[in-house]
C-alpha cells in the first residue's frame, strides 16, 4: 500500500476538477517561494507560538515569512516588539518549513521535479548539521530543539517524515543513515523521556516516535511508540471516553489529538504494523462529532481551543479518515465543509488550513462531491463526556455539566450553547493563545460562559457532574454538580423545543451567598426595562471586563430580547425579590469583537433562576 493508491487519478482531477486546479495552483505557488527562498540559521532561537498574540488587542499576528520579526498586528495595526515575538515568528517559520516539506513531496510525485526532493534535502540537512547548535526559549517543562516546545519538534518530525516518504526512493542509503543518526534519533530521545502522561501532547511525540521507526525499519522505534504505559494504545484506551471523546473535553483538542493517530495508522498499513484495534477507536473519534456539530456546521466549543472552529476547518483529517475507514459520516462531515459552508480561519497548527476549495488532503484522497445524507442528530446524554446535546426541529442546545480532567478545562459547569436556523445565538468563545491576556483575564474565567457565579470568583475546577433525569423523546436533561464552590451544589433543567427552551437554573446552599446568573448572545439588544448606568461591579475574575454597565432593580418579571436581520431571541425570566439585573458588552476571541450580555444578581441561602428562551 502506498500514500496515495492512484497518483494519476490526482493528476487527472487537476486537469478536469476547477477546484482541484485551485488547489494544484495554490499549492505550486506557496511551495515555490520556500524552494526558492529558504534559508534558515542556526543562531535563531525559537520560542512559543502561544506568544504571537497582539499585546495590544489580543489578536493573533499575521505571520509575514518575507517580514521577519516585523510583527505587526493586522487588526489594530499595533507593532509588537521584544524577543517573545520575534522568537515565535521564528518557531512559525520552521513550522511552515515543515508542511512545505510534505508539499515539496507530494509535487514531486505529481510532477517528477528533482527541485523539490533538493528542498527536501536542504532542510534535513540544515537540522542534521547544525542540530547540537540549535536553541529555544519556552517555558519550563516544554523545552524542545528544533521548534520550540517539544510538542512542535514532534508536529515537525511527522511533516518530515511525511514527505521524506514520497521521495523516498531518491534518498541514498547514506544520506538516510546520516538523517536518523544526526536528527530522528536524539530527537527520539528527546521526546522519549518527556511521554509521562496520557495527554494531547503525548499522542503527537509517540506517534512521531512511531512513524521514525517504521520509515526507517527500526521496530525498536515502533515498539515504543505501541507499548508501555503512555504508548499509543494506552493513550486511546485510557484518553478516550466510551463515546469517543478526548477526556479533556474539547472539540479542538479532540481532534489535534486524533491527528497523529491518523498519521500513524496510515504509516502502519503501508509499513504491514499492526495497531491492536486501534483503528476502530480511531474511527468513533471521527463519527463522534459529527454526532454534534451544529446544522451549519460549526462545532460547540467547550474549554480551551481555538475561537469558532468548524467542519471546514478539520476537513483534511476526515479526507483522511475517509481514505483510512470509510463512513457516512465522514462524507457528512465533508459535505458541510467546503463551499458556502467554508469558515476562514488562522493557522493554529495541525492540519487546520484550508480554504473555500480543500487543500492538498482533498487533492490526495476527496473528491468534488460528497453523499451529505442529513446525519440524524438526535437528543443524546453522553455521560462519560459530561455533556448533553439537546435537538428539535431546527433548534439545538449544547451543555457541558461536568469534567473528566482539569487539563485544558474552563470553570464553567452548567454552561449551554444554543444554536437555531443557522444562527448561533450564543456560543462558548472558547480561547486564543495562551500568552494573550484576553485568555488569563476573560476567556478562561466563569463570568465569559453561560452559567452561574457564586461570590464574584471562579468555579472550582470541580470534576463532578452526572445526569439525574433524561427524557430523550422530550428533549428534557436535568443535571447536577456537587461541591462547584465549597457547600455549593448546581443543578439545570431545560426542556427544549423547536424555537422555545425552558431553563431553571438552581443554587442549593445552606449558607448565604452572591448570584450571579449570566447569558452571552449575538444581536442587537433591546429591554424591556429602563436601566441606569453603573459603577463597575468588579475588579478581577473578568469582572474588570464588563463595558458599558447599566443596571435595573426589579422584583417582578422581566424581558430582554436580541435581534438580527431575520430573526429574534427573547429571554424571559421569572421575577424575585431583590434582583438586579446588569446588561453589558464583553468581549470575543478579540477586543474588536463584543457581544452583549446580561447577568442577574441576587443574595440568599441558595437562588432558582426561571427562564424562558423563544426564538421568531
Not at 511552515?96 to 513531496?105: L, M, P
Amino acid at each position: 500500500m502506498s500514500y496515495v493508491q492512484d497518483w494519476q487519478a490526482v493528476q487527472e482531477k487537476i486537469r478536469t476538477e476547477a477546484w482541484a486546479k485551485t488547489v494544484y495552483d495554490t499549492l505550486v505557488e506557496t511551495t515555490e517561494w520556500w524552494v526558492t527562498h529558504y534559508a534558515d540559521d542556526p543562531k535563531r532561537i525559537t520560542g512559543w507560538g502561544h506568544n504571537y498574540f497582539c499585546e495590544a488587542c489580543g489578536s493573533r499576528i499575521d505571520f509575514e515569512r518575507e517580514a521577519p520579526h516585523m510583527n505587526s498586528c493586522g487588526s489594530c495595526g499595533h507593532v509588537n516588539k521584544g524577543a517573545r515575538f520575534d522568537q515565535a515568528w521564528n518557531y512559525l517559520y520552521r513550522d511552515e518549513v515543515h508542511k512545505h516539506v510534505f508539499y515539496a513531496g507530494v509535487l514531486y510525485r505529481l510532477t517528477g521535479d528533482e527541485r523539490y526532493p533538493a528542498y527536501i534535502r536542504r532542510v534535513l540537512s540544515f537540522y542534521s548539521d547544525h542540530y547540537e547548535q540549535l536553541q529555544v526559549d519556552v517555558p519550563a517543562g516544554y523545552v524542545g530543539k528544533i521548534a520550540g516546545i517539544n510538542l512542535c519538534d514532534a508536529v515537525g518530525m511527522i511533516w518530515l517524515l511525511q514527505g521524506m516518504e514520497m521521495v523516498k526512493e531518491t534518498l541514498s542509503d547514506t544520506e538516510l543513515r546520516h538523517y536518523k543518526s544526526h536528527l530522528f534519533d536524539p530527537q527520539v530521545e528527546l521526546l522519549e523521556k518527556l511521554c509521562t502522561s496520557i495527554h494531547n501532547i503525548t499522542c503527537w511525540m509517540k506517534a512521531a516516535v512511531g512513524m521514525t521507526g517504521m520509515f526507517f525499519g527500526d521496530s525498536s522505534y515502533v515498539e515504543k511508540a505501541l507499548e508501555g504505559p503512555f504508548g499509543l494504545q494506552q493513550q486511546l484506551q485510557q484518553g478516550v471516553t466510551a463515546e469517543g471523546f478526548w477526556y479533556e473535553g474539547s472539540f479542538h483538542y479532540h481532534f489535534y489529538c486524533v491527528e497523529p493517530f491518523t498519521y500513524f495508522l496510515l504509516f502502519a498499513r503501508m509499513y504491514n504494523v499492526t495497531c491492536n484495534g486501534m483503528e476502530e477507536i480511531v474511527k468513533r473519534m471521527y463519527v463522534f462529532p459529527a454526532e454534534l456539530v451544529f446544522d451549519n456546521g460549526v462545532f460547540p466549543n467547550p474549554n480551551d481551543g481555538w475561537p469558532n472552529i468548524a467542519l471546514t476547518h478539520y476537513a483534511g483529517q476526515y479526507e483522511y479518515a475517509n481514505r483510512l475507514f470509510p463512513d457516512p459520516a465522514f462524507e457528512y462531515a465533508l459535505s458541510r465543509s467546503y463551499e458556502a459552508y467554508y469558515r476562514p480561519t488562522m493557522a493554529y497548527g495541525g492540519m487546520i488550513e484550508n480554504s473555500p476549495q480543500g487543500w492538498v488532503q482533498r487533492l490526495l484522497f476527496g473528491k468534488r462531491e460528497y453523499a451529505g445524507e442529513e446525519m440524524l442528530r438526535a437528543t443524546q446524554n453522553y455521560p462519560a463526556s459530561h455533556i448533553c446535546s439537546l435537538h428539535a426541529g431546527k433548534t439545538a442546545l449544547f451543555m457541558k455539566y461536568g469534567l473528566n480532567t482539569r487539563s485544558h478545562a474552563h470553570p464553567d459547569l452548567m454552561n449551554i450553547e444554543l444554536f437555531d436556523a443557522d444562527c448561533l445565538w450564543s456560543h462558548d468563545i472558547s480561547s486564543n493563545g495562551y500568552g494573550s491576556f484576553l485568555f488569563l483575564e476573560w476567556q478562561r474565567k466563569t463570568i465569559a460562559h453561560n452559567t452561574v457565579i457564586v461570590d464574584g470568583v471562579d468555579q472550582i475546577y470541580s470534576e463532578r457532574g452526572r445526569v439525574e433525569q433524561f427524557e430523550p423523546e422530550k428533549n428534557r436533561v436535568r443535571a447536577k454538580a456537587k461541591e462547584v464552590y465549597p457547600g455549593v451544589d448546581y443543578v439545570r433543567d431545560i426542556h427544549l423545543q423547536e424555537g422555545y427552551i425552558s431553563d431553571t437554573f438552581e443554587v442549593i446552599t445552606a449558607e448565604e451567598h452572591q448570584t450571579d446568573w449570566l447569558f452571552h448572545c449575538q444581536g442587537k439588544m433591546e429591554t424591556a426595562f429602563e436601566t441606569q448606568p453603573c459603577s463597575p461591579i468588579g475588579s478581577e475574575y473578568g469582572y474588570q471586563h464588563l463595558m458599558n454597565l447599566r443596571v435595573c432593580a426589579t422584583d417582578e418579571s422581566w424581558s430582554i430580547r436580541w435581534v438580527l436581520a431575520e430573526r429574534t431571541l427573547t429571554l424571559r425570566m421569572e421575577g424575585c425579590v431583590g434582583t438586579e439585573i446588569y446588561v453589558f458588552e464583553g468581549y470575543e476571541d478579540t477586543t474588536a469583537k463584543q457581544r452583549t450580555g446580561v447577568l442577574v444578581r441576587r443574595q440568599g441561602r441558595g437562588a432558582a433562576y426561571r427562564a424562558v428562551y423563544t426564538i421568531e
